[in-house]
C-alpha cells in the first residue's frame, strides 16, 4: 500500500497533526499524574487518537458522532473547551452533567456527540 498526500494541503496536515497530537498530549500527563498518584483514574486511549480524530474531522460540524469510550480524541476534535471537558471528568458543576458524573460517558447536543453507554461489565 502506497500513501501519498499530494491532493492534501499543507495547511490541511498541519491541522490533522495538531488534532492528532492535542489528546496525545493530554493522555501522556494524565497517566503521568495517575502514576504519581496526584489523580486516582484515568483510561487511556493512546494509540486510538487516529481513529477518533480522523473520524471526527471526517464530518460536518452539523453532524454527530456516536463515540466509544476510550476516544479523547472526538471531544477535542469537536473543540469542546477543555475547561468544561475536565469539570465533567471530575465531576464539577461546570462539566456537561453537572457534576452528577465523572467520566467522559457523555453527549452534548451544542457539540454534536451523542453520549455513550459503556458496553464493559461491571
Given at each position: ?10 495547511k ?60 479523547l ?41 451523542i ?8
Amino acid at each position: 500500500m502506497k500513501f501519498s498526500a499530494d491532493k492534501i494541503s499543507n495547511k490541511k496536515q498541519l491541522e490533522l497533526y495538531k488534532a492528532l497530537k492535542k489528546p496525545r498530549l493530554i493522555e501522556e500527563k494524565m497517566l503521568s499524574l495517575l502514576r504519581q498518584g496526584k489523580i486516582s483514574k484515568w483510561f487511556s486511549g493512546i494509540g486510538q487518537e487516529a481513529i477518533a480524530v480522523g473520524c471526527t474531522m471526517a464530518l460536518d460540524k452539523d453532524e454527530f458522532i456516536f463515540p466509544m469510550h476510550r476516544n479523547l480524541g472526538v471531544f477535542t476534535s469537536r473543540e469542546i473547551p477543555l475547561y468544561n471537558l475536565f469539570c465533567q471528568w471530575q465531576g464539577k458543576t461546570a462539566g456537561f452533567t453537572n457534576g452528577r458524573d465523572r467520566s467522559f460517558h457523555f453527549g452534548t447536543l451544542d457539540y454534536k456527540v451523542i453520549g455513550m453507554i459503556s458496553h464493559l461489565g461491571a
